[in-house]
């Protein structure tokens, strides 16, 4: 069984400070890890892909086999990275799980 | 943006009634994916089809009924609605070895 655990559901900075989201996944095989955001009563738009290793508006995200975590980190918030993010995890059947959720609120 | 239309967006009915919302895609895309999304639960999947007539069932799949008879529709089928089914519904699509690309949602309302 495959399982993502999130676990802050809130997450309140100030704008510039770094900012950290939680990430850690349960599977037994090859994983595949996603960041996907929110915006208010949005769709859902991917944020990070794992095998991509790109920074996309200033995140970045590290796959830790070890560990198993994908966390997301950005050195510096901005206030409209206020939103919800959602980490994922694909398995060898193409199903993703996601997790509960982080609401970030970037405060002026 | 993936090609995903969601219709209804909005749908209010009562218990017991039957409900189909429906997922149309424009992309061809192989892999199709009924979520819904809680509050305290993030998204968890209803059911998912890999293929015209082949479909699957997600974690959350008590209630819920699915059918693909066309690779660009996708519908979700609640055949008596009950107030626990009162929540946001997302379609979600994806080619092999893509990621997945979200509909805007459709908010069902169960009273």
């Known amino acids: 069984a495959q399982r993502v655990t999130q676990p802050e559901k809130l997450l309140s900075v100030f704008k510039g400070a770094p900012v950290e989201l939680k990430c850690n996944y349960s599977?037994?095989?090859?994983?595949?890890l996603f960041w996907y955001v929110q915006y208010s009563r949005q769709r859902l738009q991917l944020l990070l892909r794992?095998?991509s290793r790109e920074s996309i508006k200033g995140f970045t995200a590290d796959l830790n086999k070890g560990e198993t975590s994908f966390h997301l980190k950005k050195p510096f918030a901005q206030e409209e990275d206020s939103a919800m993010y959602y980490c994922?995890?694909?398995?060898?059947?193409?199903?993703?799980?996601f997790g509960a959720g982080t609401t970030v609120t970037v405060r002026a | 943006d993936a090609g995903i239309t969601q219709s209804p967006r909005h749908k209010v009915t009562e218990t017991g009634t039957p409900v189909t919302l429906r997922c149309h895609q424009t992309?061809?895309?192989?892999?199709m994916y009924w979520y819904r999304q809680d509050p305290g639960h993030g998204l968890r999947l209803i059911h998912y089809?890999?293929?015209?007539?082949?479909?699957d069932k997600g974690e959350v799949s008590d209630g819920y009924s699915v059918s693909r008879s066309k690779t660009e529709d996708f519908l979700l089928t609640l055949e008596s609605a009950t107030s626990s089914q009162t929540s946001v519904y997302f379609c979600?699509?994806?080619?092999?070895?893509?990621?997945?690309?979200f509909g805007n949602g459709t908010r069902l309302t169960v009273t």
């Open positions: 979600a699509i994806r080619q092999t070895n893509s990621p997945l690309h």
């Open positions: 599977y037994s095989g090859s994983p595949e």
């Open positions: 794992h095998i």
């Open positions: 994922a995890l694909g398995g060898d059947d193409y199903k993703l799980s």
């Open positions: 992309e061809n895309h192989r892999y």
């Open positions: 089809s890999y293929g015209v007539k082949d479909t």
